[in-house]
T-cell receptor, first 112, second 112 residues
Framework: DAGITQSPRHKVTETGTPVTLRCHQT?????MYWYRQDPGHGLRLIHY???????DKGEVSDGYSVSRSKTEDFLLTLESATSSQTSVYFC???????????FGPGTRLTVT | KQEVTQIPAALSVPEGENLVLNCSFT??????LQWFRQDPGKGLTSLLL?????REQTSGRLNASLDKSSGRSTLYIAASQPGDSATYLC???????????FGKGTKLTVNP
């Protein structure tokens, strides 16, 4: 495992409020990813980072922004939460060389 | 565009049976293929990683094979146990890409 933690693990918020999810890793992996997992859709990539301050969009990036100011932290922000963003959010990192991906425990977000 | 398919979506077997989970992909120009396990309410755990130059990888009772030319991978589980019950996902990394493409998974239930 890559020593990945996510916070909070559970969150309930109201429509229209901003929300920030945090991913922290201890293995100094260069790449970090944010996914969402929904029934019927599987895992979908939101954003990813290939280094400090270097980020790129995934397939479902609308309504989300990310920041990475330190190697170990990758933040996902929902600028104005909507009910369609109710989901389980996973952070992942990539180890160099073999490019094996490791996942965090997930954050369950409910937008009411 | 790479697409990854896992059939069946669900599988139920009696304890002790040997079983095979299937993963197919549409573009054979992959860099590697990774098998994951996901328990309910948990993150993904990496099981096996097969590089494009390899034909198979083994870990304990698990054996994963890769046939790039036919766009297929199989995960063989020997002597299944109730503790093997989980959802199994495969994911491929396209050559030159930084993003995994995931299948939607096979939910395995091993009955005592």
């Amino acid at each position: 495992d890559a020593g990945i933690t996510q916070s909070p693990r559970h969150k309930v918020t109201e429509t229209g409020t901003p929300v920030t999810l945090r991913c922290h890793q201890t293995e100094n992996h260069r790449y970090m990813y944010w996914y969402r997992q929904d029934p019927g859709h599987g895992l979908r990539l939101i954003h990813y980072s290939y280094g400090v301050k270097d980020t790129d969009k995934g397939e479902v990036s609308d309504g989300y922004s990310v920041s990475r100011s330190k190697t170990e932290d990758f933040l996902l922000t929902l600028e104005s939460a909507t009910s369609s963003q109710t989901s389980v959010y996973f952070c992942a990192t990539w180890r160099g060389g073999s490019y094996e991906q490791y996942f965090g425990p997930g954050t369950r977000l409910t937008v009411t | 565009k790479q697409e990854v398919t896992q059939i069946p979506a669900a599988l139920s077997v009696p304890e002790g049976e040997n079983l095979v989970l299937n993963c197919s992909f549409t573009d054979s120009a992959i860099y590697n293929l990774q098998w994951f396990r996901q328990d309910p309410g948990k993150g993904l755990t990496s099981l096996l990683l097969i590089q494009s130059s390899q034909r198979e990888q083994t870990s304990g009772r698990l054996n994963a094979s890769l046939d790039k030319s036919s766009g297929r991978s199989t995960l063989y589980i020997a002597a299944s146990q109730p503790g093997d019950s989980a959802t199994y996902l495969c994911a491929v990394l396209q050559g030159g890409s930084e993003k995994l493409v995931f299948g939607k998974g096979t939910k395995l239930t091993v009955n005592p």
